[in-house]
């Protein structure tokens, strides 16, 4: 069984700080891991994904995050926090050797505010 | 641009009341999904289906059951509503099968606010 956990239900940071929201996975095989935004009112949208390419992944916004094996980690960063990025995110992961029925595991999610 | 397509953004309904909460999708996707989100619970997967006709259960099942009729339509049906499926509803979509650059990515409608009282 895979797993994700979010550290932190609530993160604030300061317009123009540093964003690190934290995800650490739990797999018996190497997974596949995708961060997800969801802003007031609307569905979730993706951010990023890892799928055993490059260990560093960029995705859109300016966000990028790290796969990190030796510790199990895939944290979501951002050098420059923006009004905008004000949204819940969630860190999911999936089995890539579910063939062709990506049920994703889901994180509880971070709530980040950001401060004027 | 793609969708996915939620026919009710919120709904008030009776302890008892049958419930349908429809999904539609324009993507010719064959995998769809229905979550529930609950504050710090995140999204837990209640069905999927990959083909017509086809289902299978996920993490949290019990009280609801789902219908695909038709590859783009997929229903999450609540028999008899109790105040504990009281949550938001996401559904979502995906191919079958992989793409050149591995997973397969979901793609969500904006959510059904369901109110049992």
């Known amino acids: 069984a895979q797993s994700v956990t979010q550290l932190g239900s609530h993160v604030s940071v300061s317009e123009g700080a540093l964003v690190l929201l934290r995800c650490n996975y739990s797999?018996?095989?190497?997974?596949?891991l995708f961060w997800y935004v969801q802003y007031p009112n609307q569905g979730l949208q993706l951010l990023l994904k890892?799928?055993?390419?490059?260990?560093l992944v960029k995705g859109i916004n300016g966000f990028e995050a790290e796969f990190k094996k030796s510790e199990t980690s895939f944290h979501l960063t951002k050098p420059s926090a923006h009004m905008s990025d004000a949204a819940e995110y969630f860190c999911?992961?999936?089995?890539?050797?579910?063939?062709?029925?990506?049920?994703?595991?889901f994180g509880t999610g971070t709530r980040l505010t950001i401060i004027p | 641009d793609v969708k996915v397509t939620q026919s009710s953004r919120y709904l008030v309904k009776r302890t008892g009341e049958k419930v349908f909460l429809e999904c539609v999708q324009d993507?010719?996707?064959?995998?769809m999904f229905w979550y529930r989100q609950d504050p710090g619970l995140g999204l837990r997967l209640i069905y999927f289906?990959?083909?017509?006709?086809?289902?299978e259960k996920g993490d949290i099942p019990e009280g609801y059951s789902v219908s695909r009729e038709k590859k783009e339509r997929f229903s999450l049906i609540l028999e008899s509503a109790s105040t504990n499926q009281t949550s938001m509803y996401l559904c979502?979509?995906?191919?079958?099968?992989?793409?050149?650059?591995?997973?397969?990515?979901?793609?969500f409608g904006a959510g059904s606010r369901l109110t049992v009282l």
């Open positions: 993507m010719d996707h064959e995998n």
């Open positions: 289906s990959y083909d017509v006709k086809m289902k």
């Open positions: 797999s018996s095989v190497p997974p596949y």
């Open positions: 890892y799928t055993s390419a490059a260990t």
């Open positions: 979502a979509s995906s191919l079958l099968g992989r793409t050149t650059s591995g997973a397969n990515v979901l793609t």
């Open positions: 999911a992961v999936s089995d890539p050797s579910n063939f062709g029925n990506e049920k994703l595991t």
